[in-house]
């Protein structure tokens, strides 16, 4: 008896958090427990705020669902910081679309 294929989505720590703070922590497996430890100590802004900074850096600056995620989880406070784990991905960024992921990403924290 095989199980149904799950559909894959990309979360953020955030969003994971969310999810994992369902489930009964005594009924959890050790992977389950581990991870909503990790979500809580480094998930940096609220699920509402995550789901609005993805959809404008995805938009606004071009970013696959992936780099948005990968951006909102790291949150970068730098143009250094940010060029630093762009630069895996393939493509230069120029300079004015970094300080306008900064300048969402600040906006996200402070709300």
Known sequence: MSAEPREKKILTLSEAHQILEKIDVEKADQIQKRT???TSKFAKITVESAKKVRKQLESDCDLSAEEAVEVINI???SIEELRTFTAGWRK???TETLEKMLKILKSAKET
């Open 75 to 77: 949150m970068p406070k």
């Open 36 to 38: 909503l430890d990790y």
């Open 92 to 94: 230069l960024l120029p």
